[in-house]
């Protein structure tokens, strides 16, 4: 099966602080992407990226950035946190082969409170 | 960003209830996918809908992409305890290439034993 793996189940981070998430994927899917997770406003596209070192703007961009320079991960970057990024980031990659709901699989999260 | 419009927000129900919600958009979608959130977890696939009037059956989850290809509905029957979780409708718009997804609001579904 296919593992999306990300690097911490829960962080506390303080306003100002620069906060990197990482995600790992071990299926040599080129595709990866990153979530913002809020209730009542389901899952959100922050950044993705379909290969190494390429990345495009999702809905929500502003206040972050991203990294890709190994094909397996993909990092989400905080540049200066704000108690508004406290939420729920999901993590995801998929392969480019088959429809798109196949080989498309997520992280279990990391919850990110800015204090 | 577009997002879909997702209902309920939330469902409260007896075990052995059936449960519905839907999804719809103002664009046409060529996919439409649902997800099921155990919490604590990331989302997992339930059900992939490809084709404008597609019926598909997984279990007790039965989902049809709307004729219109601008709606979905999921239909659990006889729900259980484990049924509880978040559920999403995701879809990736008609002259969109790639694997980009948008999703729903989210129902969240809680089953009282």
């Known amino acids: 099966d296919v593992k999306v793996t990300q690097s911490s189940r829960y962080l506390v981070k303080r306003t100002g602080e620069k906060v990197f998430l990482e995600c790992v994927q071990d299926m040599d899917h080129e595709n990866m992407f990153w979530y913002r997770q809020d209730p009542g406003l389901g899952l959100r596209l922050i950044y993705f990226s379909y290969d190494v070192k390429m990345k495009e703007k999702g809905d929500i961009p502003e206040g972050y950035s991203v990294s890709r320079e190994k094909k397996e991960r993909f990092s989400l970057i905080l540049e200066s946190a704000s108690t508004n990024q406290t939420s729920m980031y999901l993590c995801?990659?998929?392969?480019?082969?088959?429809?798109?709901?196949?080989?498309?699989?997520f992280g279990s999260g990391t919850r990110l409170t800015v204090v | 960003g577009q997002q879909l419009n997702q209902s309920p927000q939330s469902m409260f129900i007896q075990e052995g209830e059936d449960v519905s919600m839907n999804c719809t958009s103002s664009s046409i979608f060529n996919t439409w996918l649902w997800y099921k959130q155990d919490p604590g977890e990331g989302p997992v696939l339930l059900i992939a809908l490809y084709k404008a009037g597609e019926l598909t059956s997984n279990g007790r989850l039965t989902a049809q992409f709307g004729i219109t290809r601008k709606d979905s509905f999921l239909n659990i029957s006889a729900s259980i305890p484990s049924d509880v979780g978040i559920y999403f409708c995701a879809g990736q718009y008609a002259g969109t290439s790639g694997s980009r997804l948008t999703f729903g609001e989210g129902t969240q579904l809680t089953v009282n034993p």
């Open positions: 995801a990659s998929r392969a480019n082969r088959g429809r798109i709901g196949e080989h498309y699989t």
